[in-house]
């Protein structure tokens, strides 16, 4: 299985008057223009995944929105509560479990939950990577997806792989 931990774009500034409740923040003009490009890098990466999986707030679901279309995903983004802030890394594996080992699957979520999640996967403690805001790193399994099992085949800030979408040479 290879695994891609996507953060959000970049996403309005908190707003107080809005109430204590930020997961209605939507992503800025800037972040979704931010993320489309990444998401082009992503598909020359990774090619089409199996599915997305995201964390219900606006910011995640309109990032999984936009790879799903630019990476030409067959399903539609699949909201998991576990990948919202505070969420549950056992959950995110339980998840995980249901693609099968063959699978390609893209998690899009927040930090730092997104970075102890991938410090899970790959040290088998939450040791958190730090993604930037339409970021990436890919994790790879060669068995079960499980805490410690996985090899990082990548890590990215958002401008690199704005940079592999538009390269001519082979990747």
């Given at each position: 299985?290879?695994?891609?931990?996507?953060?959000?774009?970049?996403?309005?500034?908190?707003?107080?008057?809005?109430?204590?409740?930020?997961?209605?923040?939507?992503?800025?003009?800037?972040?979704e223009?931010?993320?489309?490009?990444?998401?082009?890098?992503?598909?020359?990466?990774?090619?089409?995944?199996?599915?997305?999986?995201?964390?219900?707030?606006?910011?995640?679901?309109?990032?999984?929105?936009?790879?799903?279309?630019?990476?030409?995903?067959?399903?539609?983004?699949?909201?998991?509560?576990?990948?919202?802030?505070?969420?549950?890394?056992?959950?995110?594996?339980?998840?995980?479990?249901?693609?099968?080992?063959?699978?390609?699957?893209?998690?899009?979520?927040?930090?730092?939950?997104?970075?102890?999640?991938?410090?899970?996967?790959?040290?088998?403690?939450?040791?958190?990577?730090?993604?930037?805001?339409?970021g990436?790193?890919?994790?790879?399994?060669?068995?079960?997806?499980?805490?410690?099992?996985?090899?990082?085949?990548?890590?990215?800030?958002?401008?690199?792989?704005a940079?592999?979408?538009?390269?001519?040479?082979?990747?």
């Amino acid at each position: 299985m290879r695994i891609v931990c996507f953060r959000h774009g970049p996403a309005e500034d908190r707003n107080p008057e809005r109430g204590p409740d930020d997961g209605a923040r939507r992503l800025t003009s800037h972040g979704e223009a931010r993320t489309r490009r990444a998401a082009k890098g992503l598909l020359r990466l990774e090619g089409t995944p199996h599915v997305v999986l995201s964390s219900p707030l606006v910011r995640c679901a309109e990032t999984a929105a936009i790879l799903a279309e630019v990476t030409r995903v067959d399903r539609t983004p699949e909201a998991l509560d576990a990948l919202a802030p505070r969420g549950s890394w056992r959950d995110v594996l339980r998840r995980l479990a249901e693609e099968g080992p063959a699978a390609r699957v893209v998690l899009v979520g927040h930090e730092p939950d997104l970075g102890k999640l991938a410090g899970v996967l790959l040290f088998g403690a939450p040791k958190p990577l730090a993604i930037k805001k339409a970021g990436a790193c890919c994790i790879e399994f060669d068995e079960d997806v499980a805490p410690g099992a996985g090899r990082l085949r990548w890590f990215l800030p958002p401008r690199a792989l704005a940079c592999i979408a538009t390269s001519r040479s082979k990747v």
